[in-house]
């Protein structure tokens, strides 16, 4: 089997640094650097301004201006660094906590410890820093916080002459520190997960649309989908054949697309219920069976269901065929013993010598009827055994020209009796040989039986331009068919020639289909027929340009 090689377009998108990271939690560090990075200038300001707590005697002026601003510079490198993703997320994340811890417990130092009232600075770093992290990365955040700030407070008591009040205060904002950041890193977590669901719905939700889409559109029957105002929302391509329009009929009233069903679907209001009507469709004139449904109780959009009468007739057809199939194949059985018999005593009484001229054609009769009945039983038979498919793949011009070189010697043909035309030459097939031979040879011999210029058959191979599929015609130069022999022609039993069976193009199409092809009358005029053999996808790697039809 071949396939067409579909060239898929790649987005090339720029990929985050860290794979486990995604882009809501780069915006949060992102927004998380700009308010270090407004922190730093109000500090730089206030140090700059001299505009510290008054009450406060401990301050050193100096650490806390050089402190403001190196935590500055240290918030426009992290910024720097998130926005470009210079590094993995989580090492910068882990980068920033305690360049946090260490800028604001010298500030804190410099303002006098925890009096001077900056101490709420750590909390809101620790708790930004938890909301990114999980909770065991939480905690070591917020004792890492609360380990600097109990140092600072000793230190400050020991030295400085803190009050010894001060270590309640360190205990409280330490206490203060493991709360928030454990309540921001459960916060942050049930809302990633929250993200991370909601992603996931979003995936299938997306698949399940394209699938329902998918399957929608390759239905046999055809949807319409209305609106309030009967204005077309949706239709399937099944739709857009049997009402014969083009693609993009959305948004076009009903009654533009075929009156007779703006007619059916006001009938379907009038009385209720969704009793399935017969209509032909203009323009196409299809056969159809309409239904309406509603598709919810608190809204008015309609769906317009269009069952091809015709694929419902081939269906029965199918299974009536198939019942028949097995029928007569028993019967073929039981048949073939008493024919064998009639047969060979027919020959045996030919071979007498005392049979008078008239007898001896009657005898004649009976050999030629049961070599014909021989042929019926043979051709059932065959019918029964045509799943038994050897599938080879091949190239079809080849094994064409081979085809009609031996159809020429065994009907002692001239060479302009018989034509190929390939394009593109190199189609590649796979089906049974033996069985596309057979097939062949039946729509070969009819051909020549009715041919009356030259060339007597022609063969052109080629693609079909809405598909793409290969596809194989067998023409001949006769004087065509009646449209109600057209209407017969592949069903069991069908000849208007004395001597046929009627089983040839049953047997051929039955063939066909055992191959997954298909075999069609495409034309029936007065200057000849052409059948159609519909075969494999175009082969790997070849893109031509599709035969014009």
């Excluded at 720097?80 to 360049?99: C, D, H, I």
């Excluded at 329009?245 to 959305?250: L, M, R, Y």
């Excluded at 309406?292 to 199918?318: G, K, P, W």
Aim: charged share 20%; hydrophobic share 50%.
């Amino acid at each position: 089997m071949c396939a067409r090689r579909i060239a898929l377009p790649v987005a090339v998108t720029r990929q985050p640094a860290s794979p486990g990271a995604t882009d809501n939690q780069w915006r949060a560090l992102w927004y998380f650097g700009l308010y270090r990075l407004t922190i730093a200038i109000l500090l730089a300001g206030l140090s700059g301004l001299r505009r510290w707590p008054p009450m406060n005697l401990n301050i050193d002026l100096r650490l806390g201006t050089w402190t403001a601003l190196a935590y500055l510079l240290l918030g426009l490198g992290f910024l720097v660094a998130v926005r470009r993703r210079l590094a993995p997320f989580s090492l910068l994340r882990n980068l920033q906590v305690p360049a946090d811890v260490l800028a604001l417990t010298l500030f804190l130092h410099a303002s006098g410890g925890v009096a001077g009232g900056f101490g709420i600075l750590q909390v809101v770093a620790t708790a930004g820093a938890c909301l990114l992290a999980s909770q065991r990365v939480a905690v070591a955040y917020a004792s890492l916080a609360t380990l600097a700030l109990l140092a600072q407070t000793v230190f400050g008591v020991l030295r400085l002459d803190y009050l010894t009040a001060s270590y309640t205060h360190a205990g409280l904002l330490g206490l203060s520190f493991f709360a928030t950041g454990l309540l921001a890193a459960f916060m942050g977590e049930q809302v990633r997960g929250s993200v991370a669901l909601v992603a996931k719905r979003d995936a299938e939700l997306r698949s399940l649309a394209q699938l329902n889409e998918y399957v929608v559109q390759r239905m046999q029957a055809g949807i319409l989908v209305l609106d309030e105002q009967l204005q077309v929302v949706l239709a399937n391509r099944a739709a857009l054949r049997m009402t014969g329009q083009a693609q993009g009929i959305e948004g076009r009233p009903l009654h533009e697309i075929s009156g007779m069903l703006n007619l059916a679907w006001r009938a379907w209001r009038a009385r209720g219920g969704n009793r399935r009507t017969p209509l032909t469709l203009e323009p196409q004139g299809v056969d159809a069976i309409v239904s309406f449904a509603s598709l919810a109780a608190d809204r008015h959009d309609t769906v317009v269901y269009l069952e091809d009468t015709a694929e419902i007739h081939q269906r029965a057809q199918q299974i009536k065929l198939a019942s028949l199939g097995r029928l007569t194949a028993s019967i073929a059985h039981e048949i073939r013993n008493p024919l064998a018999a009639i047969s060979h005593a027919g020959q045996l009484l030919s071979e007498s010598q005392d049979l008078p001229a008239e007898d001896r054609r009657l005898v004649q009769i009976i050999g030629e009827q049961s070599v014909r009945m021989n042929d019926i039983v043979k051709n059932v038979l065959m019918i029964g055994r045509r799943d038994n498919t050897k599938v080879e793949e091949f190239s079809l011009h080849p094994w064409l020209a081979e085809f009609l070189r031996e159809l020429a010697e065994r009907r002692h043909l001239p060479p302009d009796a018989l034509s190929l035309e390939a394009d593109p030459a190199d189609i590649i097939v796979s089906m049974d040989k033996s069985q596309l031979d057979q097939v062949l040879w039946n729509l070969a011999e009819n051909a020549l039986r009715f041919s009356r210029q030259s060339p007597l058959l022609r063969l052109v191979t080629g693609l079909e331009a809405d598909t793409g599929r290969a596809f194989l015609d067998v023409i001949d130069t006769g004087p065509g068919m009646t449209t109600q022999i057209a209407e017969q022609v592949f069903e069991p039993f069908f000849t208007n020639g004395a001597g046929g069976t009627g089983l040839g193009l049953f047997i051929a199409r039955e063939l066909c289909e055992a191959n997954q092809m298909s075999l069609s009358l495409l034309r029936h005029g007065e200057t000849g027929c052409v059948f159609r053999l519909g075969l494999m996808p175009m082969p790997i790697g070849l893109n031509p340009e599709p035969v014009a039809q």
